[in-house]
């Protein structure tokens, strides 16, 4: 509601300043094209004045203006006139034009507010102009009317032509086609204004193509006139059509087109032979499906409706050839399918169909579209080369055939009229060609050197025939020899078997299977027999054929004992089939085993447990679990040996020397004798028995002094026996079944008083005399026990080390 007061405060401000006039149509004047502007009396408008609002009238309303297109006059063309109300004459008024063309095309007279055109308007450029006028106070250049916007339309003339923006056109429509089918369409356009007069109304019409084709003169759609027109009579037609406008009238403008007319193709014509019948002339040693001639049939159709079919109507000669259709050159290609013989015969004749392959309904009614010629075909007579009786030879031939032994022969032959000898002859290509000969007459084959199925078993040769009257004709033949063989080796087993029989073995029972080969020639087919000799008589095994070159060995008793007889050897006879027989004697050895209920072997002899055939996969893996049982036992039971050895050599402390072990961490001194294990040098007893049970030493080497007073110190004597003691377990170690392994060292040291060192020991560090007695120091306690001095103190020490 606020923006509708807002409005209408705002056009009436307007209408109180006199911005708006109204604008009166002008009178008519110089040819009715002149129009003006004039004040009217009517709506008010109030103006402000410096005394109050006082009320004016409306000074003008605006119209459009009409001009002439195309002016060609040589003075200015008038337009039309401005003029306001408050115009009285005293040139106070002046009038200003802004807008399209002002001062190019459109000119004002300020004073009297005439408009004029300065040159000649096309209206198809621009149909109309839009400006504006306003009358201003001459004096003061204040307006007097507000500005007002009016139009300037260009009046159309008929300067335009009509005119076919895609011509010329091409057109198809079918032959034979009924008056009246349409062809296409043609559309004209005229750039004058449809809206004024007739300057843009069209009417069409044909200037050349008549009677054929017809245009309808409003649509321009194009129709035939004539039905049935016939395009092998004349295929292309050019037709020109008119367009005019003003309707047609005289002194309209027309514009033309040209439209190409084709008549399409229909099948509407069958295919014919120029002639009924045709020869052709054909060599007799032409090849099989080479051509032998073209015929064609004419069709006056094109394209697919001119494609010909050819055929050989079935009854007369024509299996002899074939004929097939060239589709580019619509003939008819006659092959040869089966060889010539000018001599069985000399011509043949037979008859070929040609039909439309695209037959159209519309015009079966015409007649069948095909047509049919006859063919004779004459067989020209050719120079050939001899013919052998057969394509190929085959000859059989023992490998011990004499030599110059005829072998076999061939036959060639001249099918010509004239009747040539033949001569023959053997194309060498191998050196094992040369094993046979010719006869060049007869054509006889036989052999020049010994054959030998076992280097070469089949001989290919060539054998040419040549004519004598024309050498350059020739003709070759294949002759395969076959190398019969001679059965010069006799068969032999396969295989020297080893076989075995079961202790509990039955009568006739089958032990062994056998077979046998043979070196002759072929392997397939070859036949066996198996027997045993007749001049030894088995009592326990017998050989049995079964008839397929294989044969059994057969149990004739019961108990076989290994006890009474482990081995028997069976003598086999094979002998072959063929002539003369050839024979072989082979032996088998036949083992006696023992075996279970089923046939399993349990064992034979030592060699037997690992016979695939006695031992089972559980038995055996049996055998190695025992194996490897028995070996941990044996290696358990040495290590404990070993270790039972060392405890006993180290548990007695009864010997007064000492055993030093070489170590970094200091000890307790003296008094730690619990640190050492004194047994080793102690145990004298063991010392006895190691000797007496290595043989390395006698009593006598060990008993020099046995019994030492308890308060006698040591004499060099006893550093003797210690000294031949360590020596003794330096041999032990290195030679022992206890000793270190190999990777390990044990250094045996003596040091004392026969050394270069002398003794090392802290005990020698003070002199012992055998009269004081410090067994007293016992007393003292525990910490002093071990001071107390032993009936055999001086001893030498034992220095091992170990790396």
């Known amino acids: 509601m606020i923006t509708r007061n807002g409005l209408l405060l705002v056009f009436w401000f307007l209408l109180d300043k006199g911005f708006l006039a109204p604008l009166h149509a002008p009178p008519q004047r110089r040819m009715g094209r002149e129009q003006h502007l004039r004040g009217v009396e009517g709506l008010g408008l109030r103006r402000h004045v410096a005394s109050g609002v006082q009320r004016v009238k409306r000074g003008w309303v605006w119209n459009q203006f009409f001009v002439l297109e195309e002016y060609m006059g040589s003075e200015p063309q008038y337009v039309g006139k401005l003029h306001t109300d408050l115009d009285r004459g005293d040139s106070d008024v002046k009038y200003t034009l802004s807008g399209e063309g002002v001062g190019t095309i459109f000119t004002i007279d300020q004073t009297t507010g005439d408009i004029h055109a300065l040159m000649g308007l096309d209206r198809e450029v621009k149909s109309y102009y839009t400006l504006r006028a306003q009358a201003v106070d001459m004096n003061t250049g204040r307006p007097l009317e507000p500005e007002s916007e009016f139009i300037i339309k260009i009046q159309d003339v008929n300067d335009n032509e009509p005119k076919f923006l895609d011509g010329p056109y091409t057109a198809c429509v079918p032959e034979m086609s009924p008056g009246g089918t349409f062809v296409m369409q043609v559309t004209a356009t005229d750039a004058d204004d449809p809206s004024y007069g007739n300057s843009a109304r069209i009417v069409y019409s044909i200037l050349h193509g008549q009677p054929y084709f017809s245009v309808d003169s409003k649509t321009g759609v194009i129709r035939t006139a004539l039905p049935n027109m016939d395009r ?185 009229a004239s009747t040539s000898a033949v001569r023959y002859s053997i194309e060498w290509k191998r050196p094992v060609d040369g094993c046979f000969d010719i006869d060049t007459v007869e054509g006889t084959i036989s052999t020049t050197e010994m054959l030998d199925r076992e280097s070469n078993r089949q001989h290919n040769i060539f054998v040419v025939a040549t004519k004598v009257n024309n050498p350059l004709l020739s003709n070759k033949v294949t002759v395969t020899v076959n190398v019969l063989d001679v059965n010069e080796f006799p068969p032999e087993l396969t295989i020297l078997f080893d076989t075995f029989v079961c202790e509990n073995a039955k009568v006739g029972q089958v032990i062994q299977t056998i077979n046998a080969t043979d070196k002759d020639l072929p392997t397939v087919g070859q036949k066996f027999f198996f027997k045993s000799p007749r001049e030894i008589r088995n009592r326990n095994f017998t050989v049995r054929d079964f008839g397929n070159n294989t ?223 410090f067994r007293y120091l016992s007393e003292w306690g525990p910490s002093f026990k071990t001071l107390t001095p032993h009936p055999c103190s001086h001893r030498p020490d034992t220095l091992t080390h170990l790396s």
């Open 232 to 416: 092998e009579v004349k295929e292309l037609y050019q037709v020109l059509i008119q367009a005019k406008d003003m309707g047609g009238q005289l002194g309209g403008l027309a514009g033309t087109t040209t439209i190409n007319i084709t008549l399409s193709d229909v099948n509407d014509n069958p295919p014919r032979f120029s002639k009924s019948i045709f020869h052709l002339r054909v060599p007799e040693s032409s090849l099989v499906g080479s051509a032998v001639g073209k015929i064609r049939a004419h069709d006056l159709d094109s394209e697919k409706n001119a494609e010909v079919e050819y055929s050989i109507v079935p009854g007369d000669e024509g299996h002899m050839f074939n004929i097939t259709s060239n589709g580019h050159s619509q003939e008819g290609i006659i092959v040869l399918s089966e060889h010539l013989d000018y001599e069985t015969k000399r011509s043949y004749t037979f008859k070929v169909e040609a039909s439309n392959a695209h037959l159209d309904p519309r015009f079966l009614h015409r007649g069948p579209f095909k047509d049919t010629a006859t063919v004779k075909v004459n067989v020209l007579d050719v120079d050939e080369p001899p013919v052998f009786t057969k394509t190929s030879y085959t000859i059989d031939v023992y490998e011990d055939t004499p030599v110059s032994t005829i072998i076999g022969s061939v036959t060639a032959q001249d099918l010509d």
């Open 551 to 773: 044969a059994g060995i057969v149990t004739k008793r019961v108990g076989f004992q290994r006890r009474v007889q482990e081995y028997y050897v069976v003598p086999v006879v094979v002998e072959d089939s063929g002539y003369p027989a050839q024979s072989s004697t082979g032996t088998l050895t036949v083992r006696v085993c023992a075996c279970e209920t089923d046939g399993s072997l349990l064992s034979c002899t030592a060699e037997a447990v690992f016979l695939p055939v006695g031992l089972s996969t559980g038995a055996v893996m049996a055998i190695l679990l025992c194996m490897v049982i028995l070996l941990v036992i044996v290696v358990l039971y040495v290590g404990l040996r070993r270790q039972k050895k060392r405890e006993t050599l180290m548990s007695s402390k009864e010997d007064i020397r000492d055993n030093v072990v070489h170590y970094d961490v200091e000890g307790g001194g003296e008094e730690d004798t619990h640190a050492f294990d004194m047994g080793t040098l102690r145990n004298t007893k063991a010392i006895k028995e190691n000797m007496l049970r290595r043989g390395t030493g006698s009593w006598s080497d060990v008993t020099t002094q046995t019994e030492i007073n308890g308060s006698t110190p040591t004499t060099e004597g006893s550093t003797n026996i210690i000294r031949d003691y360590i020596h003794q377990r330096l041999q032990e170690n290195h030679l022992g079944f206890s000793a270190p392994p190999y990777d390990s060292l044990a250094t045996y040291a003596y040091e004392g008083d026969g050394s270069v060192a002398e003794s090392l020991s802290s005990i020698e560090s003070w002199t012992v005399d055998g009269r004081e007695d």
